[in-house]
């Protein structure tokens, strides 16, 4: 069996570029149920009689554990089933877990649908990639996850700026339920509609492999074998993980607690942020891996986020020491930015280096280690830190974005291609 991972196609799958948008969308939705908990974390505290911690539980292990380990069987069960059907299922589960997260009553019932949550996003990602792969041509795959990827940072501006418009419409109505939970109602729903948006609008693209399916065992022996970049590129993968989702936890906090804003003023200001950074940082680094694929190959998109790693150090180093609500928006703007950044260039360098009837799969396994690592440490991280730190937030969030960065530079710099990507995939 030889990889097509290679081999440039000659032209795009029909309206493939109409199921790189729909995907898109699915996803930033996907970004907006997950996050839009952030920004509610001081009500729901004090409707639910929560801690930080618990809360931090919340938005962290109870999301990470299962859509983490989630990630893998689903990556598998793309290479396998209709990704169109596994998308659309997925979608509809956890808009509906959403919404039932605005019914919860204690501790207990926001993890369990938070958990919810998590199983339905595990398969979106894997599902797309893969589709992707087979119906864009090689030169414009790079650009199809940057379009994908920059619905991360649109969904998470929108959970925010709309979040936000959503929770303090709610609250100046005076509304008999509180305003969080017909914030999540808000939010949660409309994932239905977009369920069935992808069963009308997406086309399933042929596989571009005709060879039988290796088996799991085949899999893992080859990413085994190629481990010096599988196994690098995972782990930057997963301090990328812990650095983002700790940042996006616990921001809108440290806006409202250190500059007295209430959710909404939070949410419209650092969404807005977001809305611009977030979207421009995935776009520029996909325009930067095509300025420098034909130098760098299969590590250009590896080597771009070494870089941006090193900028997100330099400008979180000044939120400890920043007074002005005005220059700490610009300074998380730019953490965004490059953070944001960086999520589509491990996907980008995985999907080119990886045989076809192998990328669900392995597209999962960098989903599960990732998540499991970051979502169920960076949130956490920074609420133990706030507590034991002079100034709280700002030092544990610069303490965990700075140690991540690094612990991502590191990895990246001992990463190598590939020896012979070319040589196939294993048999069966």
């Known amino acids: 069996m030889h990889s097509a991972a290679l081999?440039?196609?000659?032209?795009?799958?029909?309206?493939?570029?109409?199921?790189?948008?729909?995907?898109?969308a699915c996803y930033v939705f996907s970004l907006i149920d997950r996050l839009i908990i952030n920004l509610l974390v001081d009500p729901i505290k004090a409707d639910l009689g929560l801690s930080d911690v618990q809360i931090a539980l919340v938005q962290g292990p109870a999301f990470a554990i299962l859509y983490a380990t989630a990630g893998a069987p689903l990556g598998r069960l793309a290479d396998i089933v209709s990704r169109r059907g596994l998308a659309a299922t997925a979608i509809a589960f956890w808009s509906a877990c959403t919404a039932v997260t605005g019914m919860a009553t204690n501790f207990l019932t926001l993890a369990a649908a938070r958990i919810g949550v998590g199983?339905?996003?595990?398969?979106?990602?894997p599902a797309a990639y893969s589709l992707f792969a087979d119906g864009v041509r090689r030169s414009r795959l790079g650009r199809a996850i940057a379009i994908y990827t920059a619905g991360s940072a649109l969904g998470s501006g929108l959970?925010?700026?709309?979040?936000?418009?959503?929770?303090?419409?709610?609250?100046?109505a005076g509304t008999a339920t509180a305003p969080?939970?017909?914030?999540l109602f808000a939010v949660g729903l409309p994932g239905l509609l977009l369920a069935v948006a992808v069963v009308l609008l997406v086309k399933e693209p042929a596989r571009r492999q005709a060879e039988a399916r290796p088996a799991v065992r085949s899999v893992l022996a080859y990413l085994v074998q190629h481990r010096r970049f599988y196994g690098w590129t995972f782990m930057a993968y997963a301090a990328l993980s812990t650095l983002i989702y700790g940042f996006m936890?616990?921001?809108?906090?440290?806006?409202?607690?250190?500059?007295?804003?209430?959710?909404?003023?939070?949410?419209?200001?650092?969404?807005?942020?977001?809305?611009v950074s977030g979207v421009a940082g995935p776009l520029f680094a996909g325009w930067a891996v095509d300025r420098t694929s034909?130098?760098?190959?299969?590590?250009?998109?590896?080597?771009?986020?070494?870089?941006a790693?090193?900028?997100?150090?330099?400008a979180v180093l000044a939120l400890p020491w920043t007074t002005g609500l005005g220059s700490a928006v610009a300074i998380l703007s730019v953490v965004g930015f490059f953070a944001t950044g960086m999520l589509g260039l491990p996907p980008i360098a995985l999907q080119i280096a990886t045989p076809g009837?192998?990328?669900?799969?392995v597209s999962g396994i960098n989903l599960m280690i990732g998540n499991l690592i970051g979502l169920s440490i960076g949130p956490v991280a920074i609420a133990l830190l706030s507590t034991r730190m002079a100034n709280g937030l700002a030092p544990a969030m610069a303490s965990v974005v700075v140690v991540s960065a690094i612990a991502g530079i590191v990895a990246l710099l001992f990463a190598a291609a590939p020896k012979a990507v070319d040589a196939g995939a294993p048999a069966d």
């Open 7 to 24: 081999n440039p196609h000659d032209k795009d799958s029909p309206r493939i570029w109409i199921a790189v948008v729909v995907l898109s």
């Open 294 to 307: 034909a130098r760098l190959g299969l590590m250009a998109p590896l080597r771009i986020m070494a870089g």
């Open 357 to 361: 009837l192998m990328r669900g799969l």
């Open 309 to 314: 790693f090193l900028c997100a150090i330099v």
């Open 119 to 125: 199983v339905g996003e595990a398969a979106l990602t």
């Open 180 to 183: 969080w939970r017909l914030t």
């Open 249 to 275: 936890a616990w921001a809108p906090s440290y806006l409202i607690r250190t500059f007295e804003l209430t959710p909404g003023e939070a949410g419209m200001r650092f969404g807005a942020a977001m809305l």
């Open 159 to 172: 959970a925010l700026l709309g979040g936000g418009w959503l929770y303090a419409t709610f609250e100046a």
